[in-house]
DNA sequence: TTTAATTATGCAATCGATTGCATTTTAGTT
DNA sequence: AACTAAAATGCAATCGATTGCATAATTAAA
């Protein structure tokens, strides 16, 4: 056995004296290849081991089967569950899955948008960055009509199928609860606006005072990129102001983390002296100490969901979509974080 | 502007009453082309909005740029940063990364290499499942002369660039540590041998043992797939020999946390009554309580050093390769559960 | 049986970029 | 100006599967 070429269609139809297109019709089975030759074609293309190539048909067909999915960041519990959702689905009917994470970096993002559109992949999945307001790099997807899903971090000047979780819901739900803790200054920590996941856990937030006829006052209410230094900065701005602060409400877990772990410092007792919420049920807020109180997210479900948007929109190209935006349901963690009179909940 | 179809090369040319190869070449900064007619097709391709076909030069070149990633889980925090490691090299080298989980499964994982094959990635880079044993889905590609690279999970009867960690000399020094401690009497929570890794670090495990002059019991060993639950129940199985020991080395965070957890109900101190390390240093080992001591894994670097073995190996398929295998050195990051006598780190 | 309808197979063009080889153009030398 | 070397461009085949349309083979109906 030396390096033999590979085996095409072609190679098959001449050995079995028939032509090139009733043999990639049986392989395809197409229903007019009769049952027969499909038996004696798939057989012989066994038996010289040929492998169809995949190149050549994308070529000529036009589609690659493939599903881009470009994240903030793939080494987070959320997005990675949201991938793994998208991979689920997707490869069970074929796809694969290209992914790329844009650090939250515009440029980045833009060049990965970019190299999707050339690669000609059948279909976007998107959770935009943390620095992106423009969004020519996802129209070039629409005007071609490449379907697009938004996942979490959706653009609300976009038409496209979106899956969010009902992030003013959640954040009312959080707040709510502090306040029926007795909590009534409330501090919250945030992230940039121009997200709009931000902006509603942010008005979830400003509801549920207004509710409770409590009053929030602008200097506490901070807004960041949500890291780890940042949850640290933010308390200090907020302790700096000498306030009497009895809860902070953190738009994700990872600042409630630092700041839990910065007040602990400062000899502040959580959640004795403030309550503290998270947001996104990272694994970690189950086993710190105090766990911290959060909002889960389904993450592998919103990807299944997405993908399957997704794939039943390539599969439709012709029709006239309605897009939907699913509102996935967040369910309220409560743990020590958030709890005066803290029960063992085991 | 109605739905044009797609400019191609042959469009430019014949707008410049030139020929394809030059416009191809002129794209491609081929050296052949002159200063002043690549600049001229460069602004006519861009005004055209010409957008290269990729397909179809995938085609002609049968190359894809495209590197399979093989991983058993994307939603673990080492996997993902490789992960980001791999595609922190790969896009800046033009490649695009299109990853599967196999989920620990063995026919996913040989699916998943058969569907890649078939795609024409130009390699793969592979950390095989748990319940892999057999290798001829992997051997595809090296018949093929197709480059692939292990990282962590390696497999030794086959012949490529690895990337691993040095986990004898990790587990070494996790049980020396535990020695130093004064533990005596120390258990060992495995994975399963058939991957090099978790053997490795038994080993290293019985070698510091050994080495100390301390006996290991085979009843104090226990295998499992290092999951939640297993951490559970191999600390009922140890404790159900009423042993008394002081020490438990779990080969992987996950399992040492259950393990904590499951010990502290049970109204056993850690690390007062007994000791506990981990492997790997997941995230939230930092912040439990007590926090876990572990032993770190470089990653992020781990997937970028694969990346550039395997796109070097690409970009040299002649050439006769030495084969590698990169040994990563691992941190031992002493925290909480290892220590009888707590400092204050801060 | 003959004809019509049905089913199965074949022909040949096509997708768009790449590339070995041939040819033309330009620059350099004498 | 003539000629050679070097640089730039063009020709045309090629990659392998797909598919609209034509044709052949088979079956059913008359």
């Given at each position: 056995m030396t390096k033999q070429a590979e085996t095409t269609i072609h190679d098959i139809a001449k050995y079995l004296n028939i032509s090139a297109s009733t043999v990639s019709r049986a392989?395809?089975?197409?229903?007019?290849?009769?049952?027969?030759?499909?038996?004696?074609?798939?057989?012989?293309?066994?038996?010289?081991?040929?492998?169809?190539?995949?190149?050549?048909?994308?070529?000529?067909?036009?589609?690659?089967?493939?599903?881009?999915?470009?994240?903030?960041?793939?080494?987070?519990?959320?997005?990675?569950?949201?991938?793994?959702?998208?991979?689920?689905?997707?490869?069970?009917?074929?796809?694969?899955?290209?992914?790329?994470?844009?650090?939250?970096?515009?440029?980045?993002?833009?060049?990965?948008?970019?190299?999707?559109?050339?690669?000609?992949?059948?279909?976007?999945?998107?959770?935009?960055?943390?620095?992106?307001?423009?969004?020519?790099?996802?129209?070039?997807?629409?005007?071609?009509?490449?379907?697009?899903?938004?996942?979490?971090?959706a653009v609300d000047e976009i038409n496209a199928h979106k899956i969010v979780v009902d992030d003013f819901g959640g954040a009312y739900r959080v707040t709510k609860h502090l306040i029926e803790q007795g909590a009534k200054k409330i501090a919250h920590i945030g992230g940039p606006t121009n997200l709009k996941i931000y902006e509603d856990r942010k008005q979830g937030f400003l509801k549920a005072m207004k509710d409770a006829g409590l009053k929030t006052e602008k200097k506490l209410i901070i807004h960041n990129s949500l890291r780890h230094d940042d949850g640290v900065d933010a308390i200090r701005k907020l302790m700096s102001k000498n306030q009497k602060i009895d809860a902070i409400f953190c738009a994700n877990d990872t600042t409630a983390l630092s700041a839990i772990v910065y007040l602990k410092e400062l000899g502040i007792k959580i959640p004795e002296d403030i309550l503290v919420m998270g947001f996104s049920n990272e694994p970690f807020s189950k086993v710190t100490t105090p766990s911290i109180s959060t909002v889960k997210q389904p993450g592998f479900l919103m990807g299944q969901k997405a993908a399957e948007l997704l794939i039943h929109q390539i599969n439709n190209k012709k029709a006239d979509i309605k897009y939907q935006t699913l509102v996935m349901p967040t369910e309220l963690l409560i743990r020590e974080s958030s709890q005066k009179n803290v029960l063992n909940l085991h």
């Open positions: 392989l395809n089975d197409n229903p007019l290849i009769s049952e027969a030759t499909r038996k004696k074609i798939r057989k012989v293309a066994n038996e010289m081991g040929y492998r169809p190539n995949t190149l050549a048909a994308n070529f000529r067909t036009k589609r690659t089967n493939t599903i881009g999915v470009i994240v903030p960041l793939i080494n987070r519990h959320f997005f990675s569950s949201v991938i793994s959702g998208i991979e689920d689905i997707a490869y069970s009917q074929g796809y694969t899955v290209s992914i790329s994470q844009s650090n939250d970096n515009f440029q980045k993002e833009t060049k990965i948008a970019k190299t999707m559109f050339n690669n000609r992949v059948d279909g976007v999945i998107v959770s935009i960055g943390m620095e992106t307001k423009s969004f020519e790099h996802l129209e070039l997807f629409l005007e071609r009509k490449i379907p697009l899903v938004f996942f979490d971090r």
